[in-house]
């Protein structure tokens, strides 16, 4: 039942480790838990010696001996509640600690995107239950035996009447789980649905206003929340009404046992003091069990959340891992037999592709739409890995250069820019000041690769220059401007491979000179450029051509030739010498 929580796949290392951290914590909770639920037995024994020792004869010194005592266990329980209840905090505060970064990474590191966005709520359930009422309820759980077991000493028929009403709670209790663990399943999957849509229909609302979709938008969004909430009303009107049984068969139980005590007394079975312990111990004995279905859905939560955190680790494995630091490259690119398939997709995207580019050289990658030209440009980013095959800079593998390290050797200019909420300067320099870059160090980096794509003194013009602070997605800026600060960012801290995905589709004839000249500084000082394009213009600065068809070359080689080789009817190459390529 609990073997798929045990992370034991490759790459789930992280999960041990952080739990291996969090056992003291737990161990030590644990500890804390017995000593509270044997001090819960306090109150019976003070009652017992108050009936049986002090009321028949009257003696004064006692009550307080025992008073005394049964003051500072009391105390200790609270103090000791307390600390349990501390250290179950602190035991989620360190799996916060240890896991909230990796897990961040993880999820750039996830090809697909949805899962990904809804991680750290996955996780914020696990550490909810690790340090509240869930764990508490497992660590009270086996006392209930230990109780009913106090009980059968005070007497049989009253252990006997326990024992039964514990079984009952404990029957309601796995019924209620059978009958809500579905809904509150289903529940969850359609409220995430219902979030993910309505962050995607929030993200896109210029369109929805534009295309007259609004009615239609809150319509779908509000039917996904009705299947949401449906199933959630479902489930809690279970537990509900499982809840409610349980409360009245325990009270009823209470009752019981009083008067059951009461019937042992007369009849001088047992002691007056047993007839309130009874009663005390009885509700001990059940509290676990009502506790534990009150924790239920916390922890059915957790459960399916620790298993989708298990998966998230295992599909990531390829990351965290040390690899030996390998010198700085030259920009020797070399793809052998590279195939994608994106996942999710039946067909490869690109296959057995063999390519190679020196440092100083441009290659130009065309084709008709779906080619899988932005697919290419993906693979040698660094952004996806081949499905098999090898991609390789100065001849060792992508894979060879751990995380970040090969992200620092290449500049990459997506299709779409992709900027993030900062300033221009934080997008230029790739957020380095979050990992603590001195700050003048990045101005000066950041700046020179603003001045290498020919964006300075156009950043210059902006409100508050490098300073200014852009939106979600780069907000603030025009399309063309943002694709201009991408080349910039691309060529932050001068990378010796620069994939760059249509630069020009949104640029004006300033921009495109700028372009040219940008990858003309980075070919002279010995950078590989593997651009893909539509537009003829820019291809002008290409050394060579490869062109896509379906996911495979279907033709490679100088410029020209192939150029000639696309329009044979013609006598000269197409492609028209780029804006500013003659003053090269
Ligand atoms: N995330 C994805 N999952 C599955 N298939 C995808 C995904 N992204 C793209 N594809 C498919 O991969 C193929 C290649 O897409 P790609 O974006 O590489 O083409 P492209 O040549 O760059 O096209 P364009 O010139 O229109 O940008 C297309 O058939 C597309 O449908």
């Not at 056992?23 to 024994?45: D, E, G, K």
């Not at 905090?89 to 993880?106: C, I, P, T, Y």
């Not at 497992?138 to 326990?162: E, Q, V």
């Amino acid at each position: 039942m609990f073997n798929d929580l045990i992370p034991r796949k490759p790459g789930t290392e992280p999960l041990v480790e952080a739990v291996k951290a969090c056992r003291p914590h737990l161990v030590w909770a644990a500890v804390f838990s017995a000593l509270v639920n044997l001090l819960y037995l306090t109150p019976t024994i003070y009652m017992l010696q108050v009936y049986d020792r002090v009321v028949p004869t009257g003696g004064l010194q006692t009550l307080l001996l025992v008073s005394a005592i049964a003051v500072f266990a009391l105390a200790t329980l609270a103090l000791l509640d307390w600390l349990r209840t501390r250290l179950l905090v602190r035991a989620g505060l360190r799996l916060d600690r240890l896991l909230v970064g990796r897990l961040l990474g993880r999820v750039v590191d996830l090809q697909a995107q949805s899962p990904g966005s809804q991680v750290l709520r996955e996780f914020d359930h696990v550490r909810t239950a690790v340090s509240g009422q869930g764990v508490l309820s497992l660590f009270d759980a086996p006392w209930t035996p230990i109780y009913i077991g106090c009980c059968f000493l005070l007497h049989p028929a009253l252990g006997a009447l326990t024992l039964v009403g514990a079984i009952i709670l404990l029957i309601l209790a796995v019924l209620n789980e059978r009958d809500s663990r579905p809904r509150l399943n289903q529940a969850m999957k359609d409220s995430q649905a219902a979030y993910a849509a309505q962050e995607s229909m929030a993200g896109q609302s210029e369109v929805v206003r534009a295309l007259g979709m609004r009615q239609a938008g809150i319509a779908l969004q509000v039917q996904q929340r009705q299947v949401a909430t449906a199933q959630q009303v479902e489930a809690q009107f279970t537990g509900g009404r499982y809840t409610g049984i349980i409360k009245f068969l325990r009270l009823m139980l209470q009752s019981a046992s009083l008067g059951l005590a009461a019937l042992l007394t007369v009849r001088g079975h047992i002691s007056a003091g047993s007839i309130i312990a009874a009663s005390v111990l009885l509700t001990r004995a059940v509290q676990p069990i009502e506790q534990m279905v009150g924790a239920w859905p916390t922890l059915v939560q957790a459960k399916a959340s620790w298993k989708a955190l298990i998966e998230l680790f295992a599909a990531t494995g390829r990351v965290d891992r040390v690899t030996t630091t390998l010198p700085a490259p030259e920009g020797r690119l070399g793809l052998e037999q590279v195939t994608v398939r994106l996942p999710g997709s039946e067909v490869p995207q690109l296959r057995g592709i063999t390519l190679s580019l020196e440092p100083g050289q441009v290659l130009g990658v065309i084709g008709p739409s779906g080619s899988g030209k932005t697919t290419l440009a993906r693979v040698v980013a660094g952004a996806i890995p081949p499905t098999s095959g090898s991609v390789r800079l100065d001849g060792a593998d992508y894979d060879a250069r751990a995380g970040d390290t090969l992200a620092e050797h290449i500049g990459y200019l997506p299709q779409v820019p992709g900027l993030f909420s900062g300033s221009v300067k934080d997008n230029i320099s790739r957020f380095r000041s979050a990992l603590g870059t001195d700050p003048e160090q990045i101005d000066r980096e950041a700046i020179a690769a603003a001045k290498a794509a020919g964006v300075h003194e156009m950043i210059l013009r902006l409100p508050h220059g490098y300073d200014t602070v852009l939106g979600h997605n780069g907000a603030g800026l025009s399309v063309g401007q943002s694709q201009r600060v991408a080349l910039a960012r691309a060529l932050y801290r001068d990378p010796v491979v620069l994939v760059l995905d249509e630069p020009n589709a949104n640029l004006d004839q300033e921009g495109e000179a700028a372009l040219t000249q940008a990858i003309k500084g980075a070919t002279a000082r010995g950078a590989s450029v593997l651009m893909v394009a539509h537009r003829a213009g820019v291809l002008g600065i290409a050394d060579r051509l490869l062109m896509l068809r379906e996911g495979t070359v279907q033709i490679e080689g100088p410029r020209d030739e192939v150029m000639m080789r696309l329009n044979p009817g013609r006598a000269k190459p197409t492609v028209v010498p780029p804006p500013g390529a003659q003053s090269a």
